[in-house]
T-cell receptor, first 114, second 112 residues
Framework: QQQVKQSPQSLIVQKGGISIINCAYENTAFDYFPWYQQFPGKGPALLIAIRPDVSEKKEGRFTISFNKSAKQFSLHIMDSQPGDSATYFCAASDPRTGTYKYIFGTGTRLKVLA | EAGVAQSPRYKIIEKRQSVAFWCNPISGHATLYWYQQILGQGPKLLIQFQNNGVVDDSQLPKDRFSAERLKGVDSTLKIQPAKLEDSAVYLC??????????FGPGTRLLVL
């Protein structure tokens, strides 16, 4: 119940296309859902985050769509660029214990072709 | 604002040896985390500190791993003795509010 399932494992998109990465969870107590971007040799960097009281959040070319009833959320990267090539991780946080511990998905390796 | 600093960046050791990693969080961040990231997987939390107290170490293999956070600032993570399966990237993160976490570049450990 503490898992966050992420798909696809890898994704190849043409420059200018839309990249879509999906995550699903079971624990309805999760209440904070961040997405992290990680380049090789670097630590993960926060990209965008959403709470379950909002169905969509957009920041520049990045959009999170959230479906509370389906317990799913997804990251959309519009007008994908070669510089977006990285590994993307979704995560979920359970505040009940007071620790806000992150449970990460397994990651999606995105390659945007020039 | 300076980010989370970690050292060393890379470490190669033989199995059964000991190793220590250091983390300096963002100034003013009360919460500090250590994660283990095995190749091809998402980060897994090992231990979480609030100031210099441990709030979650449920996934820390306590027979070989230890961590401390002196004076609520810097932290060290130690592995003794190391096993082959400890080969991973060890990430340190800090947070001002326990919600948004900021990660350091990580220490890549290879155990031979």
């Amino acid at each position: 119940q503490q898992q966050v399932k992420q798909s696809p494992q890898s994704l190849i998109v043409q420059k200018g296309g839309i990249s879509i990465i999906n995550c699903a969870y079971e624990n309805t107590a999760f209440d904070y859902f961040p997405w992290y971007q990680q380049f090789p040799g670097k630590g993960p960097a926060l990209l965008i985050a959403i709470r379950p009281d909002v169905s969509e959040k957009k920041e520049g070319r990045f959009t999170i769509s959230f479906n509370k009833s389906a317990k799913q959320f997804s990251l959309h990267i519009m007008d994908s660029q070669p510089g977006d090539s990285a590994t993307y991780f979704c995560a979920a946080s359970d505040p009940r214990t007071g620790t806000y511990k992150y449970i990460f998905g397994t990651g999606t390796r995105l390659k945007v072709l020039a | 604002e300076a980010g989370v600093a970690q050292s060393p960046r890379y470490k190669i050791i033989e199995k059964r040896q000991s190793v220590a990693f250091w983390c300096n969080p963002i100034s003013g961040h009360a919460t500090l985390y250590w994660y283990q990231q095995i190749l091809g997987q998402g980060p897994k939390l090992l231990i979480q500190f609030q100031n210099n107290g441990v709030v979650d170490d449920s996934q820390l293999p306590k027979d070989r791993f230890s961590a401390e956070r002196l004076k609520g600032v810097d932290s060290t993570l130690k592995i003794q003795p190391a096993k082959l399966e400890d080969s991973a990237v060890y990430l340190c993160a800090s947070s001002p509010n326990q919600e948004t976490q900021y990660f350091g570049p990580g220490t890549r450990l290879l155990v031979l």
